[in-house]
């Protein structure tokens, strides 16, 4: 276990999970979005916290959406409002 711990110290940066986001759409939907690949095969991204312009796409798909599930409106009102989203995940 130690040798693990070693190669993550010397690691300069880490990719972490800040929060989960579903997003019902159809499968036109996606890939007019352009947001999950040519074809829509990427269902699972990972997106930068700083990349506003990305987040921004997302919660248009998600407006377009039938909005079944709630949970991402609390995730876009905290991530579109960028200066108090990137001090969160600075902390």
Not at 33 to 43: I, K, N, P, V
Not at 52 to 63: A, G, M, N, S, V
Not at 72 to 91: G, H, N, Y
Request: proline share 3%; hydrophobic share 40%.
């Amino acid at each position: 276990m130690s040798k693990d711990y070693d190669l993550l110290e010397r690691r300069k940066d880490y990719l972490i999970t800040l929060m989960m986001v579903n997003l019902h759409a159809s499968v036109d939907q996606a890939v007019s979005s352009g947001l999950f690949g040519r074809l829509a095969e990427e269902r699972v991204k990972l997106v930068d916290p700083a990349d506003e312009e990305t987040i921004r796409k997302y919660h248009q798909l998600w407006l377009s959406g039938p909005q079944q599930d709630q949970e991402p409106a609390t995730f876009f009102e905290l991530a579109l409002s960028m200066k108090v989203f990137q001090d969160k995940v600075k902390k």
